[in-house]
């Protein structure tokens, strides 16, 4: 997203590279959480302070072992699904208001292989797949940013998520 928006992600703080930019017209701020995976809420929240904004207006795109390699879906709020970034986030920001885009990664046979399996490079089957997936989550992105903004502004004057 960065690099088809031109957007660099030159700065560091709040535990994060980052860069801001503009994306349908919407300001936004990409950033990349320099913690373990595991750990990545405590990035976000120090974003959140940082810019004065509230959860409703974050995005977060993360993997999803319970969707297969290629699938993706759009949540608003919900629980972790045992996603343990997820589960950071959510648990640092006290609340599972905020967006999400789930990339579906598939599910390994034996439940004991999941951490190998997310940690293991993709086929050559499967990174010919991901470059596919890699453009439709870009534009999910883009799509939801513009319905965030609709919603963010909307809800400013009812003060209601």
Known sequence: MAEKQRIALSQSKHKALYGEGEIEGCRVMIAKPMTYMNNSGQAAKLILS??????????VVH???DLPLGKIKIKKKGGDA???GVRSIT???????????RVGVGRPDDVEDIVDYVLTPFTEAEN???NEVVEE??????ET??????????TEESEEW
């Open 145 to 154: 940013l513009v319905e965030m903004n609709k919603r963010n502004n909307q």
């Open 128 to 130: 010919k797949l991901l």
């Open 82 to 84: 045992g996603q343990l």
């Open 50 to 59: 940082a810019l004065e904004i509230s959860p409703n207006q974050v995005l």
């Open 63 to 65: 993997d999803d072992i």
């Open 91 to 101: 648990e640092k920001f006290g609340t599972d208001q905020y967006y999400r885009i």
């Open 137 to 142: 989550a870009l534009l999910k992105v883009e």
